[in-house]
T-cell receptor
Framework: AQSVTQPDIHITVSEGASLELRCNYSYGATPYLFWYVQSPGQGLQLLLKYFSGDTLVQGIKGFEAEFKRSQSSFNLRKPSVHWSDAAEYFCAVGAGNTDKLIFGTGTRLQVFP | DAGVIQSPRHEVTEMGQEVTLRCKPISGHDYLFWYRQTMMRGLELLIYFNNNVPIDDSGMPEDRFSAKMPNASFSTLKIQPSEPRDSAVYFC????????????FGPGTRLTVT
């Protein structure tokens, strides 16, 4: 069965610092991979997605993620964090044999000025 | 595109009352998903539809919960009778078969049952 692990529940960074949020998945074939962001009181917004092809994908708001098959990972990165990036981030995996997405438990990002 | 629309945005009700949450998916999308989010349990998939037909309702907590999709542009999630433990944020999301599993979420309905 598919699963997603986000090992970091809470991360704190200073504004301007680089960011990497970790995501590991379990699935036998190449999955569809997503990162969503949820600001307080809001719904989930799609940041970026990986279906196939180039393993480094660019998303909105200056985020990028890299699919590494050998490590079963899809980590989210941003070179310089802004205070407005403070939010909860969810990694999700989908697969060809199901219509559902499996979400991780989320990582809460706090940004200090 | 207006995105996924949910109503009401906030609902406060007393235990034992019936609650109906509403969702309008993005036009042209053929999948619709209902999720519940709480601090304790995180984001849970309750039920999803494909072409208005329920496909998987294994996440529906109990018989007090029911969901319908009478047409491609409208779905409801009903709780009857409501209980305080149903307090949560309920999200609706939609997607299209030709966009893989990319789901678009509504703003959510915050339900408080007193």
């Amino acid at each position: 069965a598919q699963s997603v692990t986000q090992p970091d529940i809470h991360i704190t960074v200073s504004e301007g610092a680089s960011l990497e949020l970790r995501c590991n998945y379990s699935y036998g074939a190449t999955p569809y991979l997503f990162w969503y962001v949820q600001s307080p009181g809001q719904g989930l917004q799609l940041l970026l997605k990986y279906f196939s092809g180039d393993t480094l994908v660019q998303g909105i708001k200056g985020f990028e993620a890299e699919f590494k098959r050998s490590q079963s990972s899809f980590n989210l990165r941003k070179p310089s964090v802004h205070w407005s990036d403070a939010a909860e981030y969810f990694c999700a995996v989908g697969a060809g044999n199901t219509d559902k997405l499996i979400f991780g438990t989320g990582t809460r990002l706090q940004v200090f000025p | 595109d207006a995105g996924v629309i949910q109503s009401p945005r906030h609902e406060v009700t007393e235990m034992g009352q019936e609650v109906t949450l509403r969702c309008k998916p993005i036009s042209g999308h053929d999948y619709l998903f209902w999720y519940r989010q709480t601090m304790m349990r995180g984001l849970e998939l309750l039920i999803y539809f494909n072409n208005n037909v329920p496909i998987d309702d294994s996440g529906m907590p109990e018989d007090r919960f029911s969901a319908k999709m009478p047409n491609a542009s409208f779905s409801t999630l009903k709780i009857q009778p409501s209980e305080p433990r149903d307090s949560a944020v309920y999200f609706c999301a939609s997607s299209s078969w030709d966009r893989g599993h990319e789901q678009y979420f509504g703003p959510g309905t915050r339900l408080t049952v007193t």
